[in-house]
């Protein structure tokens, strides 16, 4: 799991590029997983904020009630989160370290 939020932030940005619909699901289903497993893990070690931030994305991102934001707010929200993942796991990786 100590890599997971880095390699999941690709398969987000390659969502800005025209691919077949089934990726686009394939990557809400994983999303909506890998989301409430951050939200749980988040919730259990008291960082609150975090768990609400990624059981609202689970939600966005579940594919069983589609939410329609167009391609234009789809392509900014997969951006803006690739980054919040990508920062959080620099930071989480720093954190790490120093406590070593």
């Given amino acids: ?9 690709v398969p987000l940005l390659v969502c800005l590029a025209p691919m077949p619909y089934g990726y686009y699901i394939l990557i809400r289903i994983v999303a909506a997983i890998l989301f409430v497993i951050f939200a749980s893990k988040y919730y259990e070690a ?9 059981g609202i994305l689970a ?8 939410i329609p934001l167009g391609r234009e707010v789809w392509n900014m929200v997969d951006v803006a989160v690739a980054i919040l993942l990508v920062v959080l796991w620099y930071k989480e990786r720093n954190d790490i370290k120093e406590n070593k």
């Fill in 59 to 66: 939600f966005l991102f579940q594919p069983l009630i589609k």
């Fill in 1 to 9: 799991m100590k890599y997971v939020k880095l390699f999941f932030a």
């Fill in 46 to 54: 008291n960082k609150e904020e975090l768990a609400i931030t990624f």
